[in-house]
């Protein structure tokens, strides 16, 4: 088998992750539910975690680190913070369900800007002029379905000059680019434990620089007497059991990217999409590329001889796993011009070597009629 689809699922992960889950399914109960040695080793690898990432996202409050389910979970904490029915909130032309969704739910009054791929100084001429009149900015930093990296940190700079908040999306960034959370300003990064994090599904983080508001209320683990939720954070945003295993096979996944630097993760996914773009050159088929300092390791691609699930289909037969359709990104493919089509979808993982790219790009070259 061959995995590209590292965008949607690590499937291919350290070997140390796999250990630090099975560890804590035998050793560890939760933390906060009693002074029992499984429960306060559980609690110990929670707040190691919540140490990593803070030091990873370069923040010195390990408790403004809030473990959720994924990036939707922490995208929708964050949104309800901030905005409500009527809030002017603008967003990018490339923007996932995860933050669509919400903001469609809420009926706030929506505003895009940047919808040009692969045009950062479009991006940002679009947002210069519509932050001032917005009470709230969410943005992807990574287009899930282009790999097209958005000018964060000058959108962040924007957004502190008007006093506007800013909600970022990490799903695609988190692992891969160095994100200095406290530098940006914003008020909630939200990012999965499962992609660049390299951690378990079911794992999430979201990074707090502003007050917030629960979305699920129950126990905590703390101040019990009490039926409001917890005012401090962790306990604030974290009801209910903790995902203990996911929590400890997501440490591990952050000790990974720290240690391998999120640097050399984009140099090497990076080359990778560098070489799938020159294996697949000539081909009958569409690619979206922008210039190196605009992409990151996703590729998509359309086919005029096969709608994107047929060749997806196809590749899988071949044991290569790649992702087709719209991607929970329609925003993004209206924005590109591939909302009738989809596209097809490489995405490239740290772990991945040379030889698999290689063997999948020939792959796809003959099912495309390249080398017919």
């Known amino acids: 088998m061959i995995y590209l689809d590292h965008a949607a699922t690590s499937l291919l992960k350290p070997v140390a992750v796999e250990r630090a889950v099975s560890r804590a399914l035998r050793t560890m109960a939760s933390p906060g539910r009693g002074s029992h040695e499984p429960a306060m080793l559980a609690a110990e690898t929670v707040y190691r975690c919540r140490e990593a990432a803070a030091a990873l996202f370069h923040m010195e409050e390990p408790e403004r680190v809030v473990f959720t389910m994924n990036a939707t979970h922490g995208l929708n904490i964050a949104i309800i913070s901030l905005a409500s029915e009527g809030s002017r909130v603008l967003i990018s032309g490339f923007e996932h369900n995860a933050v669509t969704r919400p903001l469609h739910a809420l009926g706030v009054k929506l505003q895009v800007a940047g919808r040009k791929l692969f045009d950062p100084e479009d991006t ?146 990076s080359a990778l999409l560098r070489q799938s773009i020159r294996l697949l050159r000539g081909a009958d088929c569409q690619l979206f590329t922008g210039a190196p300092s605009t992409q990151t390791g996703v590729l998509s691609l359309r086919s005029p001889r096969f709608d994107c699930e047929t060749l997806a289909a196809r590749l899988g037969d071949r044991g290569i796993c790649v992702r087709s359709g719209l991607h929970c990104a329609p925003l993004a493919h209206e924005s590109a011009g591939t909302l009738e089509s989809g596209t097809l979808r490489l995405s490239f993982s740290p772990l991945l070597d040379a030889g698999s790219v290689s063997k999948a790009c020939v792959a796809l070259r003959q099912l495309l009629g390249a080398d017919s």
Request: proline letters at 6%; glycine letters at 12%; one cysteine or more.
């Open 124 to 269: 940002l001429r679009s947002f210069a002029a519509a932050i001032p009149s917005s009470d709230l900015v969410v943005c992807t930093a990574v287009s899930n379905v282009f790999g097209y990296r958005l000018p964060i940190q000058e959108i962040a700079e924007l957004c502190r000059r008007e006093g506007v908040p800013l909600v970022v999306d990490a799903s695609q960034a988190a692992g891969v680019l160095d994100l200095d959370f406290p530098a940006l300003g914003a008020a909630f990064m939200a990012m999965p434990g499962h992609k660049g994090l390299l951690g378990p599904q079911g794992t999430g983080l979201l990074l707090c620089g502003r007050e917030t508001k629960p979305l699920l209320f129950g126990g905590s683990g703390s101040e019990s007497r009490e039926q409001t939720m917890p005012e401090t954070l962790p306990d604030r945003l974290e009801a209910g059991t903790h995902n203990v295993c996911g929590i400890a096979g997501l440490m591990a996944g952050i000790e990974y990217v720290r240690a391998r630097g999120t640097e050399e993760i984009l140099r090497h996914e």
